[in-house]
């Protein structure tokens, strides 16, 4: 990446500002500098160039010192909270925040994991890459129900947009017609292994309406002639996408949609530039620009824009808003409906049930599939609600085979023995559900009244908890999975609820803390993802979202970030912004 794009200080006013490099902001500033504006994208961590910075990308296990186990003391000084997540490890670590100089506090008797990934891409760089449309059951649940205010927009209204970030970003699939899934743009879908197919198929007959589909992924699986142009490739199957993807493979800020910003020669980022607040200018009622500490010496220094998008995550960009303070909006700005900070949503994925695949010894594969099947949701309207609780949830295929490393072969020596470890064991397969949240304004979010960060920033604190209803879901859901596999034959079946062991946010899809609605009484944002209060500020991230759903959420972060951008540039050329 080219040197001249990164800043320090800055004196000039830009068209658009960008806080945040993810998922969200990678795309706002895309596409706002495609559109001409010229755009300045801030982080408050490091830059990570694409490659180059990919330091443990192709390294097998036995090349780390503790065979990917990070350092317990390294750990505990840290990585306490981060450690959590399925992604880190010793090849991973240097893309997760130190919690050491990340705190956070949470309210009494309640827990929260709060993950980050403070660089250049953000979390786009560890993802878990599953991408699916959300469909009118999503939009239309909390009404539906009356659980939650209704969302401002239908998929009507996105399905333009999902189609325009999937032929850019590129999303491995199959054509299902689903009506609680919509299709996306696909590349060809991973394929099924025998033993997947034919339970896959068993289901079918048991259960036609619980549809199991290969999971939709944001691989290219064959690049088009516009992923090549990128600079990216096919998908080589490793399964290794955290360590960093110089195939370009996977979608990230730094394979894809940073270069095509860079490329118009509109993008200048500032890094390591940690943003404090918003400036509020209460004549023009405009967000004049941001506040930012440096990550490294503490000094402070502003930049300015005529539009400011925040992109910083659910967590990060409510942080920001709570604490840009003014006469106006002394609870936060942009917050005259004082909801800014509540109906904090993750989603829950603490069920499920494994079992053993009898047969198909002489049956294997080739590679490590990035994908796995996926049953959607089944209970996505209230005629389909199970008596006892309200939503539902879907349910990821994990597959595979015992090897050496997990299977119970008795102790021995010699030869045979040596010969035994080297074959491979029994297939096992599970369903694994994710399942939809409620949104209740007791979970929230505000600033710790005493407690501030290393840059003098007052702390989250956290106050978010499981009710009765994610509870009662996970039950159903552990039976559900473990009736199913037995009726499809496999053996040793077993299921599992740990919602009482996992707090929320290691989903790692947090939303809801600066929903969108109709009415600026109970919401943050308009249909256009534009704050109510301020013409000129808007927040394209999870915070946005009126209720969790069921499906991964990325893919609609980024289809309501082009649709955002796309009304605020109309908007500013028609001088009302």
Same mark, same amino acid.
């Given at each position: 990446?080219?040197?001249?794009?990164?800043?320090?200080?800055?004196?000039?006013?830009?068209?658009?500002?960008?806080?945040?490099?993810?998922?969200?902001?990678? @795309?706002?500033?895309?596409?706002?500098?495609? #559109?001409?504006?010229?755009?300045?994208?801030?982080?408050?961590?490091?830059?990570?160039?694409?490659?180059?910075?990919?330091?443990?990308?192709?390294?097998?296990?036995?090349?780390?010192?503790?065979?990917?186990? %990070?350092?317990?003391?390294?750990?505990?000084?840290?990585?306490?909270?981060?450690?959590?997540?399925?992604?880190?490890?010793?090849?991973?670590?240097?893309?997760?925040?130190?919690?050491?100089?990340?705190?956070?506090?949470?309210?009494?008797?309640?827990?929260?994991?709060?993950?980050?990934?403070?660089?250049?891409?953000?979390?786009?760089?560890?993802?878990? #890459?599953?991408?699916?449309?959300?469909?009118?059951?999503?939009?239309?649940?909390?009404?539906?129900?009356?659980?939650?205010?209704?969302?401002?927009?239908?998929?009507?209204? =996105?399905?333009? @947009?999902?189609?325009?970030?999937?032929?850019?970003?590129?999303?491995?699939?199959?054509?299902?017609?689903?009506?609680?899934?919509?299709?996306?743009?696909?590349?060809?879908?991973?394929?099924?292994?025998?033993?997947?197919?034919?339970?896959?198929?068993?289901?079918?007959?048991?259960?036609?309406?619980?549809?199991?589909?290969?999971?939709?992924?944001?691989?290219?699986?064959?690049?088009?002639?516009?992923?090549?142009?990128?600079?990216?490739?096919?998908?080589?199957?490793? $399964?290794?996408?955290?360590?960093?993807?110089?195939?370009?493979?996977?979608?990230?800020?730094?394979?894809?949609?940073?270069?095509?910003?860079?490329?118009?020669?509109?993008?200048?980022?500032?890094?390591?530039?940690? %943003?404090?607040?918003?400036?509020?200018?209460?004549?023009?009622?405009?967000?004049?620009?941001?506040?930012?500490?440096?990550?490294?010496? =503490?000094?402070?220094?502003?930049?300015?824009?005529? %539009?400011?998008?925040?992109?910083?995550?659910?967590?990060?960009?409510?942080?920001?808003?709570?604490?840009?303070?003014?006469?106006?909006?002394?609870?936060?700005?942009?917050?005259?409906?004082?909801?800014?900070?509540?109906?904090?949503?993750?989603?829950?994925?603490?069920?499920?049930?494994?079992?053993?695949?009898?047969?198909?010894?002489?049956?294997?594969?080739?590679?490590?599939?990035?994908?796995?099947?996926?049953?959607?949701?089944?209970?996505?309207?209230?005629?389909?609600?199970?008596?006892?609780?309200?939503?539902?949830?879907?349910?990821?295929?994990?597959?595979? #085979?015992?090897?050496?490393?997990?299977?119970?072969?008795?102790?021995?020596?010699?030869?045979?023995?040596?010969?035994?470890?080297?074959?491979?064991?029994?297939?096992?397969?599970?369903?694994?559900?994710?399942?939809?949240?409620?949104?209740?304004?007791?979970?929230?979010?505000?600033?710790?009244?005493?407690?501030?960060?290393?840059?003098?920033?007052?702390?989250?604190?956290?106050?978010?908890?499981?009710?009765?209803?994610?509870?009662?879901?996970?039950?159903?859901?552990?039976?559900?999975?473990?009736?199913?596999?037995?009726?499809?034959?496999?053996?040793?079946?077993?299921?599992?609820?740990?919602?009482?062991? $996992?707090?929320?946010?290691?989903?790692?899809?947090? %939303?809801?803390?600066?929903?969108?609605?109709?009415?600026?009484?109970?919401?943050?944002?308009?249909?256009?993802?534009?704050?109510?209060?301020?013409?000129? =500020?808007?927040?394209?991230?999870?915070?946005?979202?009126?209720?969790?759903?069921?499906?991964?959420?990325?893919?609609?972060?980024?289809?309501?970030?082009?649709?955002?951008?796309?009304?605020?540039?109309?908007?500013?050329?028609?001088?009302?912004?």
């Amino acid at each position: 990446m080219d040197k001249d794009l990164y800043i320090n200080e800055s004196n000039e006013e830009y068209d658009a500002l960008v806080i945040g490099s993810g998922i969200s902001g990678g @795309w706002a500033a895309k596409e706002l500098c495609e #559109r001409g504006l010229k755009t300045l994208m801030i982080e408050r961590g490091r830059v990570v160039e694409h490659q180059k910075d990919y330091i443990d990308e192709g390294k097998g296990p036995w090349e780390f010192a503790n065979r990917m186990k %990070v350092d317990n003391l390294l750990v505990e000084e840290q990585y306490k909270i981060q450690k959590k997540c399925y992604a880190f490890h010793d090849a991973t670590k240097q893309f997760f925040g130190n919690d050491k100089d990340l705190p956070y506090s949470t309210e009494k008797g309640t827990d929260f994991s709060w993950i980050r990934a403070n660089q250049l891409g953000g979390k786009s760089l560890i993802w878990h #890459r599953q991408s699916y449309r959300f469909s009118d059951n999503e939009f239309n649940i909390n009404k539906a129900d009356g659980i939650g205010i209704d969302w401002p927009i239908r998929y009507k209204d =996105l399905e333009h @947009w999902y189609s325009h970030v999937e032929k850019h970003v590129g999303i491995s699939g199959n054509y299902d017609n689903l009506p609680q899934l919509p299709d996306s743009v696909f590349l060809p879908p991973f394929e099924w292994t025998k033993p997947e197919f034919d339970i896959k198929n068993k289901l079918a007959k048991l259960y036609p309406q619980r549809p199991m589909i290969m999971g939709r992924a944001a691989h290219l699986t064959k690049p088009s002639e516009l992923h090549i142009s990128q600079g990216r490739v096919q998908c080589q199957s490793r $399964n290794e996408c955290q360590k960093g993807c110089s195939f370009g493979a996977y979608f990230s800020t730094q394979s894809s949609t940073l270069p095509a910003a860079a490329k118009t020669g509109n993008l200048h980022i500032a890094p390591n530039s940690v %943003v404090h607040s918003l400036i509020y200018d209460e004549k023009t009622n405009r967000v004049k620009g941001v506040k930012v500490i440096d990550n490294d010496n =503490l000094t402070t220094r502003e930049y300015f824009a005529k %539009v400011v998008f925040v992109c910083a995550s659910t967590l990060g960009s409510t942080q920001i808003m709570l604490n840009s303070i003014s006469k106006k909006f002394p609870q936060g700005i942009a917050n005259s409906s004082g909801v800014l900070g509540h109906y904090l949503m993750d989603h829950v994925y603490n069920a499920g049930a494994t079992g053993i695949v009898e047969g198909y010894e002489d049956e294997y594969y080739s590679g490590r599939r990035p994908t796995e099947a996926y049953m959607p949701n089944f209970q996505f309207k209230p005629s389909l609600y199970k008596k006892n609780y309200k939503r539902g949830y879907a349910l990821a295929g994990g597959f595979g #085979r015992k090897d050496w490393r997990d299977a119970r072969f008795e102790t021995g020596i010699g030869a045979a023995y040596k010969q035994q470890l080297t074959q491979a064991s029994s297939w096992h397969f599970g369903l694994h559900a994710q399942g939809e949240m409620l949104p209740r304004f007791e979970n929230q979010v505000s600033l710790h009244k005493t407690k501030k960060d290393k840059w003098g920033i007052p702390q989250l604190h956290i106050n978010c908890q499981w009710s009765d209803n994610e509870v009662l879901m996970m039950e159903d859901a552990a039976q559900t999975a473990k009736e199913m596999l037995l009726k499809a034959d496999l053996k040793d079946v077993k299921s599992y609820t740990s919602i009482d062991k $996992n707090a929320p946010g290691l989903a790692i899809h947090e %939303v809801g803390t600066a929903r969108m609605g109709k009415d600026p009484a109970e919401s943050v944002l308009n249909a256009y993802n534009q704050t109510h209060d301020i013409p000129n =500020l808007f927040v394209t991230d999870g915070s946005s979202f009126c209720s969790s759903g069921v499906a991964n959420p990325s893919l609609t972060f980024m289809a309501l970030t082009v649709r955002a951008v796309d009304y605020a540039v109309k908007e500013m050329n028609n001088k009302r912004i």
